[in-house]
């Protein structure tokens, strides 16, 4: 199955984490329906992020032998959060929580490489080759919002996921990449 392929599969993953969840927390009427919309983010994005490991690592795509789970679980919840300040900030101002969101997602992406990466989680907290692809995908989650609002979800999801691909291809490329140490 070509890479392409693969990224695809992972990004679909994603989008329907990210639609679900928007769908659940918007409708959210109690504290244990925001709990659930969160949970979706949280297990949606570790097995996105598992699927992420096993293509950049040319591995089965749900192979979990020597994934560090644990790490992208990690991973995971931090994206989590971010998607949800996202979500209450674009409630407020949508050009704040657009640059909170590709700000926060650069500190994500470049967590997320160190994993992908064999390194500690935290050992390195801004790779400024994570920015440009950080932003694809905050433009693209912002698009997706505008258009979800305007009745024009379905229009939205594809933005999203175009941007999502984007990313994702851009992200396995560089994890792909030997780190240059100064």
Do not use: C
């Amino acid at each position: 199955m070509s890479d392409q392929l693969r990224i695809a599969i992972f990004t679909i993953v994603e989008g329907v984490t990210l639609v679900v969840w928007l769908a659940l927390a918007r409708g959210a009427a109690s504290i244990g329906s925001m709990i659930a919309a969160l949970a979706v983010l949280v297990v949606g994005f570790t097995v996105e992020h598992i699927m992420a490991y096993n293509v950049i690592h040319n591995r089965g795509l749900l192979d979990l032998r020597g994934v560090p789970v644990g790490q992208k679980s990690v991973v995971s919840l931090i994206e989590s959060g971010i998607w949800a300040l996202w979500l209450v900030l674009a409630g407020l101002n949508a050009i704040l929580a657009g640059v909170v969101l590709a700000g926060l997602l650069v500190l994500e992406h470049t967590i997320s490489d160190n994993v992908f990466k064999g390194r500690g989680t935290f050992s390195r907290l801004l790779d400024a080759r994570t920015i440009g692809f950080s932003l694809i995908e905050a433009v693209g989650a912002g698009i997706w919002l505008v258009l979800v609002d305007a009745n024009m979800a379905v229009v939205g999801i594809v933005i999203l996921l175009v941007a999502s691909f984007i990313e994702h291809t851009l992200a396995v490329a560089l994890a792909r990449k030997q780190t240059v140490r100064a």
